[in-house]
């Protein structure tokens, strides 16, 4: 098929798997590579340039609207009136997760999570490699309690 040969519709298609995987993965961050993406893509609809310039502007793209974007959009994100705290930790509270550092009390430390590195907070100090259990959860940010 011709038209997948076009690198205005690669960068398209980049964008749309960026942008539909922030709804599956936590944070608030692949979204702005999905933007990027498509800022690309419209840019070769109007021009045409080499691909180390369109990587180029695909980067330049992605960081500029992550710099000016992050804030308003997580604030969004959070007032959403559907989106409840109860909907934002599903899957979390409760759950068992192995300390990847020493967790201070007011200190931001991490946690792995399912096989993924978490930042983590506690009210109580704990060792690393010591497990605990996700008491809440706070945007990308879990708060836990030794077991």
Do not use: H
């Not at 590579?33 to 045409?48: D, E, K, Q, Y």
């Not at 997760?97 to 590195?117: F, N």
């Not at 060792?127 to 879990?142: A, G, M, N, Q, Y």
């Amino acid at each position: 098929m011709e038209i997948f040969q076009r690198p205005e519709v690669a960068w398209f298609l980049v964008g749309l798997v960026c942008i539909l995987a922030e709804f599956v993965l936590p944070g608030v961050v692949i979204i702005f590579f999905g933007i990027g993406a498509w800022v690309t893509a419209f840019l070769l609809l109007i021009f045409s340039f080499s691909f180390g310039l369109q990587v180029l502007f695909f980067v330049l793209a992605s960081v500029i609207s992550l710099l000016t974007l992050r804030k308003r959009l997580n604030r969004v994100m959070a007032l959403k009136p559907n989106v409840t705290a109860e909907m934002r930790s599903e899957g979390f509270l409760g759950e068992t997760a192995v300390c990847r550092g020493p967790l201070l009390p007011g200190k931001i430390g991490k946690v792995e999570y399912k096989g993924a590195i978490w930042e983590a907070w506690s009210d109580e100090a704990i060792e690393t490699e010591r497990l605990v259990t996700i008491i809440d959860v706070d945007s990308i940010k879990l708060k836990v309690k030794a077991k």
